[in-house]
């Protein structure tokens, strides 16, 4: 018989993974608050429970995919309480790494095996099965998740103990706002030098100015015809979720005492442009802010 997965939180994210979870052959139980989430699953082949504990019951597993680290506690609450010994409990959401240890230590001693598994990915990924795992589980709950995760993802690192996984979606992030706003503002400065947008990616996509923000998530239309930016900067990956993980990292940096002074910079960018109401639009779509346009120019 396969093994039964709880799965709490059937959103943009969830529903695909547990949707990929039922393609891998596993039985998959979920639930959501949203019944337009509920029906979407029902009709992928999750059998949809009432609540999130009635999905964990007799499960082996139970992966979590919720908005933010309060949800997580308040699930994991409700699910150490019914689930068997030695079942695991895997948590896909990006929270502070402060709630993932505290998730961790509710689990463990409910004599379950925890597991922090934050993604990179997004949606796109969700659906294609190729995201990326970041880990942080001791190696016997790392081990007895890795199948789960690999129904769902391409990549699977195991970075450490509670909260590895993460550190490491925060620290990775933080790297990505900092290296868009850096390749944004040389575009808006090669724009008013008169180099075109071509000539500059041409240079830098072999120089030393070469990132991934440049070469596979161009911020301006043309080099790369799949990024956002040749969309109207639909999204991809939006300024709000950006800015939700620059302040995880700014948490984090506060807590362990790091400095951090560029990611604080892109955190406070990114809060400027959300404020201006455009934090539906992709994080490339920042450009326009370092061009000083105003709302509402993202297509042009
Ligand atoms: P979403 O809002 O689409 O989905 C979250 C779901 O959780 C919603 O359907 C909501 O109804 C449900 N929910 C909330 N509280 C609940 C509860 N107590 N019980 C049951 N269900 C509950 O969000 P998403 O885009 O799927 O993101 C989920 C997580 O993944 C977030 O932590 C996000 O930061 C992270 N993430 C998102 C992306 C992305 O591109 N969307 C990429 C990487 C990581």
Redesign the pocket.
């Known amino acids: 018989m396969s093994l039964t997965v709880g799965f709490?939180?059937?959103?943009?994210?969830?529903?695909p993974m547990a949707a990929n979870l039922v393609r891998a052959g596993f039985s998959v139980r979920g639930?959501?608050?949203?019944p337009a989430?509920c029906d979407a699953a029902r009709a992928d082949g999750i059998v949809i429970a009432d609540s999130?504990a009635a999905a964990a019951e007799g499960a082996g597993a139970v992966v979590t995919?919720?908005?933010?680290g309060r949800?997580v506690l308040?699930?994991w609450n409700a699910l150490a309480e019914v689930a068997a010994p030695g079942a695991l409990l895997i948590d896909?959401?990006?929270?502070e790494v402060e709630s993932a240890r505290k998730a961790h230590t509710l689990a463990a001693a409910r004599g379950c095996l925890p597991v922090d598994a934050?993604?990179?990915?997004?949606?796109g990924?969700?659906r294609a099965g190729t995201l990326t795992f970041m880990v942080g589980a001791e190696a016997p709950a790392f081990a007895a998740a890795e199948p789960i995760l690999k129904a769902m993802g391409k990549n699977v690192f195991h970075c450490g103990g509670a909260g590895a996984g993460q550190a490491a979606?925060i620290c990775n992030n933080m790297i990505l706002g900092i290296s868009m706003i850096g390749v944004c503002e040389a575009f808006a400065l090669a724009e008013r030098l008169g180099l075109s947008p071509q000539a500059l990616f041409d240079v830098v996509s072999v120089s030393s100015g070469q990132c991934w923000s440049l070469t596979s998530y161009c911020p301006v239309p043309g080099p790369v015809p799949a990024s956002p930016a040749n969309n109207g900067y639909r999204?991809g990956?939006?300024a709000s979720?950006m800015l939700?993980?620059l302040r995880l990292a700014q948490g984090a940096a506060a807590a362990s005492g790091a400095a951090t002074p560029l990611g604080a910079e892109a955190a406070q960018l990114y809060a400027l442009f959300e404020a201006q109401g455009r934090g539906g639009a992709d994080f490339s779509a920042i450009i326009e802010l370092l061009r000083g346009r105003p709302a509402g120019d993202e297509s042009r």
Request: glycine residues 20%.
């Open positions: 709490v939180g059937l959103g943009n994210m969830g529903g639930f959501d608050l949203s989430g999130a995919m919720l908005p933010a949800h308040d699930v896909a959401s990006t929270i934050p993604v990179s990915g997004g949606t990924g969700a979606k999204p990956f939006a979720l939700k993980d």
